[in-house]
């Protein structure tokens, strides 16, 4: 393996096959399952030239990856850095964050430079997988991921048959709630108040990345790390915000400590090269309302806890500028609908389940500035 990669060089890579069903053993905790290898350790890394006019700029962000990966790790170099979380034998998902807005969605420079990395850690072009819940939001990313790429997805869309529907969910694993979707299911039916991790993460993936977007959310309060793992890797998520119910604060950590899923995070990455602060996670994320920022910052954290309790503040700070209440007091706007929305499942994540570090004051963050 060369000691770096070129945009040209992972185009040219094989194509890949089908991604198979491989049956795994039950997940057992390791040093990098939640919160990994660095607990509480959060890198902030900005670059000023990331964005222009909204357009991302791919040297910079590459350079904001490599430094983000090397001060994680305290490595002297990127490619020790993706050493020492990935190595030969592993089968990477990422957990992408894709939708048809191009300045909220994952972005070309960001994935394309995590995949060279696990490429120079030694991961096999061939257990590189990327990862969402529907197959339809893979298609906003598909048209410029390279060829040889594998992509999975647990069901082809949203249905109300998919909040129900096991095909592409392991019954082996799930997180239990007494809440149900009404009026289409039961509390005397099991699948309708469980919800199945899909197989991607039980049968196929031995590790996982999460590439969040910095986002507000209604419900949420925002879209980061832990949202982006348990929406994207469960059915039977509406019922947590159906109407007038909102158990974001219970759902997003509950799902988050299923052992098959807390057991194979190995990393967290926020993009926060542009940002969201109102009006999430769709309706009004388009830069004319106002809303999405150049903030030009990316976050790095295995303990994505402490990650997402960054990028909460930093959300909430964007905000502030914007005349907006904090996402744990703002109530329904004209833009987000909830009277009450729940960025306290971040904290729910640490103090209840100890998936990470919420505290501000245990947080050791990193703040760097390139540029």
Aim: aromatic share 10%.
């Amino acid at each position: 393996m060369s000691s770096s990669i070129t945009r040209r060089d992972l185009l040219k890579l094989p194509i890949a096959a089908a991604v198979p069903a491989l049956i795994l053993p039950a997940s057992a905790a390791t040093p990098y399952s939640m919160p990994g290898l660095f607990p509480s350790r959060v890198v902030a890394v900005k670059h000023s030239g990331a964005s222009v006019n909204m357009a991302y700029q791919t040297a910079p962000i590459q350079n904001i990856i490599r430094r983000g990966m090397m001060e994680l790790t305290g490595q002297s170099n990127y490619i020790a850095a993706w050493r020492t979380l990935f190595q030969p034998g592993d089968t990477v998902g990422i957990k992408v964050n894709p939708c048809w807005i191009p300045a909220v969605t994952t972005s070309p420079a960001c994935l394309l430079e995590i995949l060279s990395g696990l490429l120079l850690a030694g991961v096999s072009p061939s257990n590189i997988i990327i990862y969402e819940r529907y197959e339809y939001l893979l298609s906003f990313i598909k048209g410029w991921l390279p060829a040889w790429v594998k992509t999975t997805f647990a069901t082809p869309g949203y249905y109300v048959d998919d909040q129900r529907s096991m095909v592409g969910y392991d019954p082996s694993a799930y997180f239990e709630s007494a809440l149900f979707l009404k009026p289409f299911e039961s509390p005397s039916v099991p699948a309708d108040t469980r919800s199945y991790l899909a197989q991607f993460v039980t049968r196929q993936a031995t590790k996982i990345i999460s590439l969040a977007s910095l986002k507000d959310h209604q419900a949420a309060g925002v879209t980061l790390n832990l949202k982006n793992l348990t929406a994207g890797c469960v059915n039977n998520w509406n019922r947590f915000h159906d109407g007038p119910v909102n158990d974001m604060v219970g759902a997003i950590p509950g799902v988050a400590a299923v052992p098959a899923l807390r057991n194979k995070v190995v990393l967290g990455i926020i993009d926060g090269v542009h940002c969201l602060c109102d009006g999430g996670p769709l309706n009004y994320a388009d830069p004319k309302y106002g809303f999405v920022t150049e903030l030009n910052t990316m976050y790095f954290a295995t303990d994505i806890v402490a990650c997402d309790r960054v990028g909460w503040l930093a959300i909430n700070a964007e905000r502030a500028k914007k005349g907006l209440l904090p996402e744990e007091t703002a109530g329904a706007d004209g833009y987000d609908v909830f009277p009450v929305r729940q960025p306290q499942h971040i904290t729910v994540a640490g103090e209840q389940y100890g998936l990470g570090e919420w505290r501000d004051d245990h947080i050791d963050l990193h703040q760097i500035t390139l540029a």
